[in-house]
């Protein structure tokens, strides 16, 4: 995740360790828990208030990847498994520390820090499956093997984490990397220009530097694995503020520790920073030092067979890096401890904050009895770990079975209220029932670090749910023996539409996330006191047919450009012929939907085309609805637990396309519209009255799905 200010030092001397790149004809290694955020942020402008705006993440991402693959470059793209158990600290930092500036009421535009939506990463991994894209989910943390396969393919990396201007391989940070594509000049094909950077020209600039001293440094200047404060002491004894977060102090402690190095043997250097560390720290930070110099191995011929490479490639590649291996053979305990005398800024402030943090944090962890087996992977099914590889499944799979714990990710909410992921631990118990049943008989219950109403975190016990009993399946099973009519059935139980006839009369691709929308209803934490919400998700279910048959457009003006003058046509016409608009509500939904004629289509496109629009005065201003994001949020959540649940079942119903239903800035404004309407169906009859076959395909569905909703619709 980062070295804290290296990429600023690097930008500030860029001329020294970045050299111009035409990205054409090769593989590109991507970092894809990196890259998927970096596209999020571009495509939405910083508008990540609403809780998604999956449609327009999904056109950039297919953009993006048909730019390179335009150019003639093969992506490779790598995502993480399995959190390892020194990062869960960090993780709950973050966690801390997005609380902390996260608004309570007003949406505040300048929140230094964005809030990712839940779903953006399963929409990423969909672009790739549409498109071919070669990906593999590691088992756990995935920059040691992409650095590794990078080496091996001597292609580039294309990532903005700085831990790889540390690993050695071929660097491009994704903010050097043009948007255009264009011709080459030797007309030979197309190119994106981008910088890129080789750590050889770091050992030139810093002369005595080699690999296993800049991954030193990195530790020394501290990443996810070192605990805060930890080379406070050496620090002193370089006359540097390890504790500042000055953008020049750091600057000058990157460059302080990398000339020190280089004065050093890897030997020597080790000895005088262990030196300056009490006993019970040596070991640990030692085994970090040489875990980190010696790097991964094990994983990567495996890792390159999943990306379709043959085995005879991998064992006649250039594998040399994987062999060598360091091992510190001194005595650590001989070594005489050095106390250095505090320097002049006072590091009392800083140290008591970061001890309270860590005492915070340290309760949590013994709450959750955290766990690092790696021998459960070893024993989950071939089947299993394949699947996973292919990323078929969410890596937080990997941290329920390993670790027995789940973090819940902080979103947009409504503080005043529970977690949205409240509403879904149900699911997630079914989960861990089949996870229990399938790779190991000793997961009876999960811990689950959730936000409270007070804005801490708490860790809190999550029982599997026994399915064995409750669907009769045998003791020892494969989910892929299961009859297809037991995995609906256990999915239909789950959420709640077991008895319900009119589910099966929907299109297939709307079944579960109607199912979900069910589910959803019945399990409020936070009250729904009006249909506002249920008829926002409904009337985005009907813009995707829209979207589909006129084209994706997201503002009025473009939208004119092509089909003002058409509409014009139409209404004349109408109005010549004397067109009956009368809206009869009889049949099935298929054949509703059969009947839609094209121009209803277009006429009613404008209306949900404006509420795509962001309000501006809605920033930094009372008139933003915290309350709406948050009752969606608690949707999305329960939508990413049932798409979950849906594949580990093997999918007996198709999975939902998020990027076609769900857009967090159109259901905002719709909730917004409909709350201020008594009657919404007379409202939504008034708006699409000129467009009456698609009025009544709505009204036909609304007529087959209310007796699922009967709790809000009979509520006046």
Same mark, same amino acid.
């Given at each position: 995740?980062?070295?804290? /200010?290296?990429?600023?030092?690097?930008?500030?001397?860029?001329?020294?360790?970045?050299?111009?790149?035409?990205?054409?004809?090769?593989?590109?290694?991507?970092?894809?828990?990196?890259?998927?955020?970096?596209?999020?942020?571009?495509?939405?402008?910083?508008?990540?208030?609403?809780?998604?705006?999956?449609?327009?993440?999904?056109?950039?991402?297919?953009?993006?990847?048909?730019?390179?693959?335009?150019?003639?470059?093969?992506?490779?793209?790598?995502?993480?498994?399995?959190?390892?158990?020194?990062?869960?600290?960090?993780?709950?930092?973050?966690?801390?520390?997005?609380?902390?500036?996260?608004?309570?009421?007003?949406?505040?535009?300048?929140?230094?820090?964005?809030?990712?939506?839940?779903?953006?990463?399963?929409?990423?991994?969909?672009?790739?499956?549409?498109?071919?894209?070669?990906?593999?989910?590691?088992?756990?943390?995935?920059?040691?093997?992409?650095?590794?396969?990078?080496?091996?393919?001597?292609?580039?990396?294309?990532?903005?984490?700085?831990?790889?201007?540390?690993? /050695?391989?071929?660097?491009?940070?994704?903010?050097?990397?043009?948007?255009?594509?264009?011709?080459?000049?030797? /007309?030979?094909?197309?190119?994106?220009?981008?910088?890129?950077?080789?750590?050889?020209?770091?050992?030139?600039?810093?002369?005595?530097?080699?690999?296993?001293? @800049?991954?030193?440094?990195?530790?020394?200047?501290?990443?996810?694995?070192?605990?805060?404060?930890?080379?406070?002491?050496?620090?002193?004894?370089?006359?540097?503020?390890?504790?500042?977060?000055?953008?020049?102090?750091?600057?000058?402690?990157?460059?302080?520790?990398?000339?020190?190095?280089?004065?050093?043997?890897?030997?020597?250097?080790?000895?005088?920073?262990?030196?300056?560390?009490?006993?019970?720290?040596?070991?640990?930070?030692?085994?970090?030092?040489?875990?980190?110099?010696?790097?991964?191995?094990?994983?990567? %011929?495996?890792?390159?067979?999943?990306?379709?490479?043959?085995?005879?490639?991998?064992?006649?590649?250039?594998?040399?890096?994987?062999?060598?291996?360091?091992?510190?053979?001194?005595?650590?305990?001989?070594?005489?401890?050095?106390?250095?005398?505090?320097?002049?800024?006072?590091?009392?402030?800083?140290?008591?904050?970061?001890?309270?943090?860590?005492?915070?944090?340290?309760?949590?962890?013994?709450?959750?009895?955290?766990?690092?087996?790696? %021998?459960?992977?070893?024993?989950?099914?071939?089947?299993?770990?394949?699947?996973?590889?292919?990323?078929?499944?969410?890596?937080?799979?990997?941290?329920? @079975?390993?670790?027995?714990?789940?973090?819940?990710?902080?979103?947009?909410?409504?503080?005043?209220?529970?977690?949205? @992921?409240?509403?879904?631990?149900?699911?997630?118990?079914?989960?861990?029932?089949?996870?229990?049943?399938?790779?190991?008989?000793?997961?009876?219950?999960?811990?689950?670090?959730?936000?409270?109403?007070?804005?801490?975190?708490?860790?809190?016990?999550?029982?599997?749910?026994?399915?064995?009993?409750?669907?009769?399946?045998?003791?020892?099973?494969?989910?892929?023996?299961?009859?297809?009519?037991?995995?609906?059935?256990?999915?239909?139980?789950?959420?709640?539409?077991?008895?319900?006839?009119?589910?099966?009369?929907?299109?297939?691709?709307?079944?579960?996330?109607?199912?979900?929308?069910?589910?959803?209803?019945?399990?409020?934490?936070?009250?729904?006191?009006?249909?506002?919400?249920?008829?926002?998700?409904?009337?985005?279910?009907?813009?995707?047919?829209?979207?589909?048959?006129?084209?994706?457009?997201?503002?009025?003006? %473009?939208?004119?450009?092509?089909? *003002?003058?058409?509409?014009?046509?139409?209404?004349?016409?109408?109005?010549?012929?004397?067109?009956?608009?009368?809206?009869?509500?009889?049949?099935?939904?298929?054949? %509703?939907?059969?009947?839609?004629?094209?121009?209803?289509?277009?006429?009613?496109?404008?209306?949900?085309?404006?509420?795509?629009?962001?309000?501006?005065?809605?920033?930094?201003?009372?008139?933003?609805?915290?309350?709406?994001?948050?009752?969606? /949020?608690?949707?999305?959540?329960?939508? *990413?637990?049932?798409?979950?649940?849906?594949?580990?079942?093997?999918?007996?119903?198709?999975?939902?396309?998020?990027?076609?239903?769900?857009?967090?800035?159109?259901?905002?404004?719709?909730?917004?519209?409909?709350?201020?309407?008594?009657?919404?169906?007379?409202?939504?009859?008034?708006?699409?009255?000129?467009?009456?076959?698609?009025?009544?395909?709505?009204?036909?569905?609304?007529?087959?799905?209310?007796?699922?909703?009967?709790?809000?619709?009979?509520?006046?």
């Amino acid at each position: 995740m980062g070295i804290p /200010g290296l990429t600023a030092y690097i930008n500030k001397h860029k001329c020294n360790f970045l050299e111009h790149y035409k990205l054409r004809d090769t593989y590109l290694v991507i970092d894809g828990n990196n890259i998927k955020y970096l596209l999020y942020e571009k495509c939405t402008c910083n508008n990540w208030t609403f809780g998604g705006d999956y449609d327009n993440y999904e056109q950039y991402i297919s953009d993006f990847f048909d730019d390179l693959l335009k150019c003639n470059v093969t992506p490779l793209v790598f995502f993480d498994g399995a959190v390892e158990s020194k990062k869960f600290k960090t993780i709950v930092r973050r966690m801390k520390r997005r609380l902390d500036i996260l608004p309570t009421s007003a949406f505040k535009t300048n929140c230094p820090e964005q809030i990712f939506p839940l779903l953006n990463e399963r929409v990423f991994i969909n672009v790739l499956k549409e498109k071919n894209i070669r990906f593999v989910q590691c088992l756990f943390e995935a920059d040691n093997i992409i650095a590794s396969v990078a080496k091996i393919l001597n292609c580039p990396v294309l990532s903005y984490d700085s831990d790889f201007y540390v690993y /050695g391989s071929l660097f491009i940070p994704f903010d050097t990397l043009q948007t255009d594509v264009i011709k080459d000049s030797d /007309g030979n094909g197309y190119i994106k220009f981008c910088k890129i950077y080789k750590i050889e020209k770091l050992f030139k600039y810093f002369t005595g530097l080699d690999q296993s001293k @800049i991954i030193l440094a990195a530790i020394l200047l501290g990443n996810d694995y070192v605990e805060p404060g930890t080379f406070r002491n050496f620090f002193r004894y370089l006359k540097l503020d390890s504790s500042s977060v000055n953008y020049y102090t750091r600057q000058h402690c990157i460059s302080r520790i990398l000339l020190w190095l280089s004065k050093y043997s890897l030997y020597d250097a080790i000895i005088e920073i262990l030196s300056r560390l009490t006993m019970p720290m040596r070991q640990k930070i030692l085994d970090l030092i040489e875990m980190s110099i010696n790097g991964c191995r094990n994983e990567c %011929a495996e890792i390159l067979v999943t990306l379709g490479f043959s085995r005879d490639y991998i064992t006649h590649v250039n594998t040399y890096h994987f062999n060598r291996s360091f091992k510190f053979d001194r005595d650590i305990n001989t070594l005489t401890y050095i106390e250095e005398v505090r320097g002049r800024y006072n590091e009392s402030t800083e140290e008591d904050k970061e001890e309270d943090d860590e005492i915070e944090i340290a309760k949590i962890f013994t709450e959750s009895e955290l766990m690092f087996n790696t %021998a459960t992977i070893s024993d989950l099914p071939i089947w299993f770990v394949n699947e996973l590889r292919t990323g078929k499944y969410p890596s937080y799979f990997l941290d329920l @079975i390993i670790h027995r714990l789940c973090v819940c990710p902080i979103q947009v909410e409504d503080f005043r209220y529970p977690s949205n @992921i409240k509403v879904s631990l149900k699911i997630l118990s079914i989960i861990i029932g089949i996870l229990k049943l399938m790779v190991d008989n000793n997961i009876n219950y999960i811990k689950y670090l959730m936000r409270t109403e007070d804005k801490k975190i708490m860790c809190y016990k999550l029982e599997a749910i026994e399915i064995m009993n409750i669907f009769s399946l045998p003791f020892s099973f494969n989910l892929r023996d299961i009859p297809s009519l037991t995995q609906r059935e256990i999915l239909n139980n789950t959420l709640g539409i077991t008895d319900m006839d009119c589910i099966n009369e929907l299109p297939p691709k709307w079944i579960l996330y109607v199912g979900c929308i069910k589910y959803w209803i019945h399990q409020q934490e936070c009250p729904i006191s009006h249909k506002c919400y249920l008829y926002s998700l409904f009337i985005c279910m009907l813009f995707d047919i829209v979207d589909f048959k006129i084209g994706k457009y997201r503002s009025i003006e %473009a939208f004119n450009k092509k089909y *003002k003058k058409t509409m014009e046509a139409i209404k004349q016409k109408r109005k010549e012929s004397n067109y009956n608009s009368c809206c009869i509500i009889n049949g099935t939904i298929h054949e %509703a939907y059969n009947e839609i004629i094209h121009d209803d289509y277009v006429l009613a496109a404008p209306f949900f085309i404006s509420l795509f629009e962001v309000d501006e005065t809605l920033y930094n201003t009372d008139k933003f609805d915290i309350h709406i994001v948050h009752v969606f /949020g608690e949707f999305q959540s329960c939508l *990413k637990h049932t798409m979950d649940l849906n594949t580990l079942l093997g999918c007996p119903y198709p999975q939902t396309k998020v990027a076609h239903l769900y857009n967090g800035t159109l259901l905002y404004n719709l909730c917004n519209t409909f709350k201020t309407h008594h009657n919404i169906e007379e409202y939504i009859n008034i708006v699409l009255q000129m467009s009456p076959s698609l009025l009544r395909f709505f009204n036909t569905f609304l007529l087959k799905v209310k007796p699922m909703f009967l709790c809000m619709f009979q509520n006046k």
